[in-house]
């Protein structure tokens, strides 16, 4: 009986998705790591510097108190939303009621889900930007959601091409998915852009959710969504301490939008999960309360230095680049030698021992494309290019 052979299956929707590509990628890293390869990684987005000390010292306090560790509001503690509704409103100038128009998330992939969850049925349709993160395509996917992509091209800024847009089959969309500043081209936000998005939505009654984790990396004019009239009535935007905070396995987000909506979504996570830890919490109060100074030396000079030597690590590689990019990655053009992306990644990875993301996985616009990451030490990118002058010809 123990050897029985059973025919238990998974679900369908697990063949609409493969895993995770870096999930994959990893593991092919990690084994040649084990032969003592020594692969310097430039392909992930985590940020490899402490939060403010400050913030650390809270969650530690928080810690240690007998009282800190039951189980927490879903919506999140009063002095959490309260700090996120001031970041917004000291950065962004974006005035939020920290009652009812912010809720706290596990990390804005959580919010993908549950927003998907809160307005699109199965047989619903998405707009998904091609190159765009792939957790708008893969969650949409596993929860019956039609993809349908518009296209983010080099020569249109990567901003969305809006009549394009209106000549497209429309019925049955119920979300877009933008991200602003664009993740993987580093495309900047616009006003004119987020003003065109507002209008469309509204036109056509699409909500619009806008990814914004990357506003402050290399970035001196951060910009929001919610910035423009009338935003909060038919958009959302997601925002993350991952990036801006160096905070990415700490797991805290936000969700900002209007009071009818944020009931929609806090139905369905109330019914997900639980509140996040006190100490987190309270300890992210505290980080969003960081000076300017802390920002300027974690977000512009860290990553200003970094971003020199990734443009020199590109025209070593001969790829193009638009130096006007922002964000925590470099994004450029391979040289047309090269039959894709993937061909070149896989020499540099395998004959320079460097780990940098061929641009495919963001979609077919991406397919000419590279990523490398900023989030190393100084030394190991200058060591990362060292190796790539030696032995890529």
């Not at 939020?96 to 889900?113: F, M, N, Q, V």
């Not at 443009?311 to 053009?333: H, N, S």
């Not at 641009?359 to 989030?375: A, K």
Request: with cysteine; aromatic share 8%; charged share 25%.
């Amino acid at each position: 009986m123990e050897n029985r052979p059973t025919n238990i299956q998974p679900a369908e929707r697990l063949g609409l998705v493969q895993e995770y590509y870096f999930s994959r990628k990893l593991k092919e890293v990690a084994q040649l790591n084990a032969e003592g390869r020594d692969i310097i990684s430039l392909a992930i987005g985590s940020p490899d510097m402490p939060p403010s000390d400050q913030t650390v010292e809270r969650l530690c306090e928080v810690a240690r108190r007998p009282d800190a560790h039951g189980y927490q509001p879903t919506m999140g503690t009063p002095e959490l939303r309260q700090a996120m509704a001031g970041f917004y409103n000291r950065w962004y100038g974006v005035a939020l009621d920290p009652a009812r128009e912010i809720l706290p998330l596990i990390g804005s992939k959580e919010g993908i889900l549950h927003i998907t969850l809160a307005f699109v049925n199965p047989g619903d349709a998405v707009l998904v930007p091609n190159p765009g993160y792939p957790t708008y395509t893969s969650l949409s996917k596993i929860l019956g959601a039609r993809i349908i992509n518009y296209n983010l091209l080099e020569d249109n800024g990567w901003q969305p091409d809006f009549e394009e847009l209106e000549q497209m089959d429309l019925s049955g969309v119920r979300l877009m998915w933008t991200n602003y500043p664009n993740m993987p081209t580093g495309g900047n936000a616009r006003r004119e852009t987020y003003e065109r998005l507002v209008d469309f939505a509204r036109r056509h009654n699409i909500v619009v959710v806008n990814d914004n984790p990357y506003s402050f990396i290399l970035n001196d004019n951060p910009l929001s969504l919610l910035q423009v009239e009338g935003a909060k009535d038919c958009c959302i935007e997601l925002n993350s301490m991952s990036k801006s905070h160096n905070m990415p396995g700490w797991r805290v987000g936000l969700c900002a939008t209007n009071a009818t909506f944020i009931s929609w979504i806090l139905k369905v996570k109330s019914n997900i999960d639980s509140g996040t830890f006190r100490g987190l919490q309270l300890a992210a109060a505290e980080a969003y309360a960081n000076d300017d100074s802390w920002h300027q030396k974690a977000n512009i000079e860290t990553y200003g230095r970094r971003r020199a030597i990734a443009e020199e690590i590109m025209r070593t590689l001969g790829c193009t680049y638009d130096p006007a990019q922002v964000g925590m990655f470099l994004w450029g053009k391979i040289p047309d030698r090269y039959d894709d992306a993937e061909t070149l990644t896989e020499r540099v990875l395998h004959e320079a021992r460097v780990f940098i993301t061929p641009g495919f996985i963001f979609g077919s616009n991406g397919r000419r494309y590279v990523r490398i990451s900023l989030c190393a030490k100084d030394d190991k990118m200058r060591e990362a290019l060292e190796r790539i002058k030696t032995n890529i010809k």
